[in-house]
C-alpha cells in the first residue's frame, strides 16, 4: 500500500545514528544520503523510510504512531536497545502483549524529535527472553 514515508527531523545526524540502530536491527540499512536526507531500505536508492533536515519539524500528535514489521522478537529487542543508546526514549519495552494477540511481541521508542515508533513481530517461531 505505501512506498515510502517521510520524516522531518531537525538534526539529521542524530536521527541518521537513531535511525541506523533501530533499522539496522529490522535488516534495513541506508540505501542513499546527502546533506539534506537519509533514505533506509535494502535496496541502493529505494527507500522505504527517508529523514528530511528540516528545521520546523515536529511529530504528529500522540494518536499517531509507526510500527515496523521484525522478523523476530530477538530483532524487536534490538530495535528496543539500539534506540535506547543512540538517543531515543522508552515508549515501551520489549515484550508480549497480550491484549494484541497471544503472539504480538513489540517495543515502543520516542525518537530525537518525537516521533513515536514500534517494532513488532507476531512470530511464534521464537521465544520470549
Known sequence: MLHHLSLGVRDLAAS???Y???????????VFE?????GYGSVDDQDILCL???ADAAPPGDG?????????RAAVDLFHSAGMLAGGRDNGAPGLREEY???YYAAFLV???GYRIEAVTKNEATVAP
Open 64 to 72: 499517531f504512531h509507526l510500527a515496523f514489521a521484525a522478523p523476530t
Open 111 to 113: 525518537d530525537p524529535d
Open 52 to 54: 528530511k533536515l528540516r
Open 34 to 38: 546527502d546533506d539534506d536526507a537519509i
Open 101 to 103: 494477540g497471544p503472539t
Open 16 to 18: 541518521g545514528t537513531f
Open 20 to 30: 541506523d540502530g533501530t533499522m539496522g536491527a529490522l535488516g534495513f540499512r541506508r
